[in-house]
T-cell receptor, first 114, second 112 residues
Framework: GNSVTQMEGPVTLSEEAFLTINCTYT??????LFWYVQYPGEGLQLLLK?????DKGSNKGFEATYRKETTSFHLEKGSVQVSDSAVYFC?????????????FGSGTQLTVLP | DVKVTQSSRYLVKRTGEKVFLECVQD?????MFWYRQDPGLGLRLIYF???????EKGDIPEGYSVSREKKERFSLILESASTNQTSMYLC???????????FGEGSWLTVV
């Protein structure tokens, strides 16, 4: 079946540090890949997505590239801010099957210190 | 912007009570979902609906039921709340066909 494996947290960084959160996946076919962010006390918001191999999703300074050869979708940001403190979820949606087939990773807690 | 609205942000209920969690979306999406989120377990799908009056069990449907009488509204029902149902509940919706799922802000339910 489909699965998403995320880098375990929590991750603590100083402001302006470089961020990488690793995400790898297992899926048949050509899934779409997503990063969602959850700020304290809130629901999940879509951060970025990529729907085919070699696509790069980007938003708010965050980037992730869909790498089919390594089945990865790592999240990166060159200079994090305190306001980026949140939980980040990697997810995939299978290319076939019903819309229920969205699989989430377990989430990575990021804390950015001033 | 897509808006998914969950009617209650914080609820405290007693064991054995019947609990209704309501969710409304304003983008005419076909698909609606209920997840629960627990520390260390991530998001788990409880139920999914792909059309009015249509529903499909997710990964953890036991102890829950759902209702979708109108396209924009999807309700989660706990027939007899138990303490192990204390959790954060997230409603979501998506277009069909489509990839992006949009979430509400979540409902924190505590069962005492």
């Amino acid at each position: 079946g489909n699965s998403v494996t995320q880098m375990e947290g929590p991750v603590t960084l100083s402001e302006e540090a470089f961020l990488t959160i690793n995400c790898t996946y297992t899926a048949t076919g050509y899934p779409s890949l997503f990063w969602y962010v959850q700020y304290p006390g809130e629901g999940l918001q879509l951060l970025l997505k990529a729907t085919k191999a070699d696509d790069k999703g980007s938003n708010k300074g965050f980037e992730a590239t869909y790498r089919k050869e390594t089945t990865s979708f790592h999240l990166e940001k060159g200079s994090v801010q305190v306001s980026d403190s949140a939980v980040y979820f990697c997810a995939l949606k299978a290319s076939s099957g019903s819309a229920r087939q969205l699989t989430f990773g377990s989430g990575t807690q990021l804390t950015v210190l001033p | 912007d897509v808006k998914v609205t969950q009617s209650s942000r914080y609820l405290v209920k007693r064991t054995g009570e019947k609990v209704f969690l309501e969710c409304v979306q304003d983008m005419d999406h076909e698909n609606m979902f209920w997840y629960r989120q627990d520390p260390g377990l991530g998001l788990r799908l409880i139920y999914f609906s792909y059309d009015v009056k249509m529903k499909e069990k997710g990964d953890i449907p036991e102890g829950y039921s759902v209702s979708r009488e109108k396209k924009e509204r999807f309700s989660l029902i706990l027939e007899s709340a138990s303490t192990n149902q204390t959790s954060m509940y997230l409603c979501a919706s998506s277009q069909s066909p489509g990839n992006t799922i949009y979430f509400g802000e979540g409902s924190w339910l505590t069962v005492v």
